[in-house]
Nanobody, 116 residues
Framework: QVRLVESGGDLVQAGGSLRLSCAAS????????MGWYRQAPGKQRELVAH???????YYADSVKGRFTISRDNAKDTVYLQMNSLNVEDTAVYYCNVVDVAGFRSWGQGTQVTVSS
């Protein structure tokens, strides 16, 4: 059982910043991809950003230039630095990891609320 511990979600004013973190433990294989999804009320879950073990990154168009994803492979931890937050960023953010065998794990989610 892979355990993902998420932290960093909070209530923040528009224009502010937050840093999310997710630490993985108990994986029987090396982790290939680490990323973040989000889901707002009434909307489908969407991929926000991910980073591979070779440091290839992906960002949704809506967060390019504002969010930065990074990882510490020694600690099996992924970070999402979120700057210039706006109301549309309000959502539950979910950590997601995929190991080299293709097994996918999900975090419980952490709430990010941006006030206007």
């Amino acid at each position: 059982q892979v355990r993902l511990v998420e932290s960093g979600g909070d209530l923040v004013q528009a224009g502010g910043s937050l840093r999310l973190s997710c630490a993985a433990s108990g994986s029987p294989f090396s982790i290939n991809v680490m990323g973040w999804y989000r889901q707002a009320p009434g909307k489908q879950r969407e991929l926000v950003a991910h980073i591979t073990i070779t440091s290839n990154t992906y960002y949704a168009d809506s967060v390019k230039g504002r969010f930065t994803i990074s990882r510490d492979n020694a600690k099996d931890t992924v970070y999402l630095q979120m700057n210039s937050l706006n109301v549309e960023d309000t959502a539950v953010y979910y950590c997601n990891v995929v190991d080299v065998a293709g097994f996918r794990s999900w975090g419980q989610g952490t709430q990010v609320t941006v006030s206007s």
